[in-house]
């Protein structure tokens, strides 16, 4: 496997040194494939406990977890702007939007209401029609943008949301006798507004809230959401199906925000430090 030719012996190359450099060179081949192993560990444990990926791969576990190992690094630099301006929402300035919510038409309520639990992008919201919804089990499904192909993806929503959503738009009803007079047919969209009024729409929430900059965007909704889905618990890959990413690296980046059991780490850490 390791063969050494050995070209210039009759230029006054020994055997024996040409021979000794190639064990030397088989060893540093080796170790490097050893180091390689090492880095295949996943490198985004808040706990900072190495798995390999190997052990993980031969390991029973459900189907959302059998992901390929994440390769980028989890820097917080993607959650932030250059002059150090915040993309997302924390999980107060939630709060604050969802109390922000009762004061706006029904409509447009239950339109943040589905961009702040699907983390779906705005178009995407837009284009659901009342074929969208399962209500009886509890999912949307959306079609996901930016991908080449035709995609879909499914979502689980609070059955309290659908349930507003199915006495507003009569999803139940639409879907069963294909549609009812004055509600839309099942393949007309819910929202029939543009994106820049959808947008306007969440900058009207984000204001009433007191939130301002990059946050306070759809954009800062679905990073939210993926940032309480990772600090939850949800494994890395099922949300980034949910929120439609075809790599886990761009997922990976919502496990770089401090949580709340990294809080919790570090007041242990001053109490004993104290």
Same mark, same amino acid.
């Given at each position: 496997?390791?063969?050494?030719?050995?070209?210039?012996?009759?230029?006054?190359?020994?055997?024996?040194? $040409? *021979?000794?450099?190639?064990? /030397?060179?088989?060893? &540093? #081949?080796?170790?490097?494939?050893?180091?390689? !192993?090492? =880095?295949?560990?996943?490198?985004?444990?808040?706990?900072?406990?190495?798995?390999?990926?190997?052990?993980?791969?031969?390991?029973?576990?459900?189907?959302?977890?059998?992901?390929?190992?994440?390769?980028a690094s989890?820097?917080?630099?993607?959650?932030?702007?250059?002059?150090?301006?915040?993309?997302?929402?924390?999980?107060?300035?939630?709060?604050?939007?969802?109390?922000?919510?009762?004061?706006?038409?029904?409509?447009?309520?239950?339109?943040?209401?589905?961009?702040?639990?699907?983390g779906a992008?705005?178009?995407?919201? $837009? *284009?659901?029609?009342?074929? /969208?919804?399962?209500? &009886? #089990?509890?999912?949307?499904?959306?079609?996901? !943008?930016? =991908?080449?192909?035709?995609?879909?993806?499914?979502?689980?929503?609070?059955?309290?949301?659908?349930?507003?959503?199915?006495?507003?738009?009569?999803?139940?009803?639409?879907?069963?006798?294909?549609?009812?007079?004055?509600?839309?047919?099942?393949?007309?969209?819910?929202?029939?507004?543009?994106?820049?009024?959808?947008?306007?729409?969440?900058?009207?929430?984000?204001?009433?809230?007191?939130?301002?900059?990059?946050?306070?965007?759809?954009?800062?909704?679905?990073?939210?959401?993926?940032?309480?889905?990772?600090?939850?618990?949800?494994?890395?890959?099922?949300? /980034?199906r949910w929120?439609?990413?075809?790599?886990?690296?761009?997922?990976?980046?919502?496990?770089?925000?401090?949580?709340?059991?990294?809080?919790?780490?570090?007041?242990?850490?001053?109490?004993?430090?104290?």
């Amino acid at each position: 496997m390791y063969d050494i030719v050995l070209t210039n012996i009759d230029a006054g190359h020994d055997p024996t040194t $040409l *021979a000794s450099k190639g064990e /030397s060179e088989r060893g &540093e #081949r080796e170790e490097g494939q050893a180091s390689d !192993l090492l =880095r295949e560990s996943f490198p985004c444990n808040i706990m900072s406990k190495k798995v390999s990926s190997r052990t993980r791969e031969n390991s029973p576990s459900p189907r959302w977890r059998r992901a390929a190992p994440v390769s980028a690094s989890c820097d917080a630099a993607e959650l932030y702007a250059q002059d150090g301006s915040r993309k997302y929402l924390n999980a107060d300035e939630r709060r604050r939007v969802l109390a922000a919510l009762d004061a706006l038409p029904v409509d447009q309520a239950l339109f943040v209401r589905t961009l702040l639990w699907s983390g779906a992008r705005v178009s995407e919201v $837009l *284009a659901l029609t009342a074929t /969208s919804f399962q209500i &009886e #089990r509890g999912v949307v499904a959306i079609r996901t !943008l930016k =991908r080449r192909r035709h995609a879909m993806r499914e979502v689980p929503l609070p059955f309290p949301l659908l349930a507003a959503l199915d006495a507003r738009f009569g999803l139940t009803q639409a879907n069963a006798a294909g549609g009812l007079p004055l509600r839309p047919a099942p393949s007309t969209p819910l929202w029939g507004w543009c994106r820049q009024t959808a947008w306007r729409i969440v900058r009207r929430v984000m204001d009433q809230a007191g939130i301002s900059g990059r946050a306070g965007t759809p954009r800062g909704l679905r990073h939210a959401f993926g940032i309480a889905a990772v600090q939850a618990d949800v494994p890395l890959d099922l949300v /980034s199906r949910w929120m439609g990413h075809s790599r886990l690296a761009t997922t990976a980046i919502y496990t770089a925000a401090s949580g709340p059991e990294e809080r919790a780490l570090a007041e242990r850490f001053w109490q004993m430090a104290a």
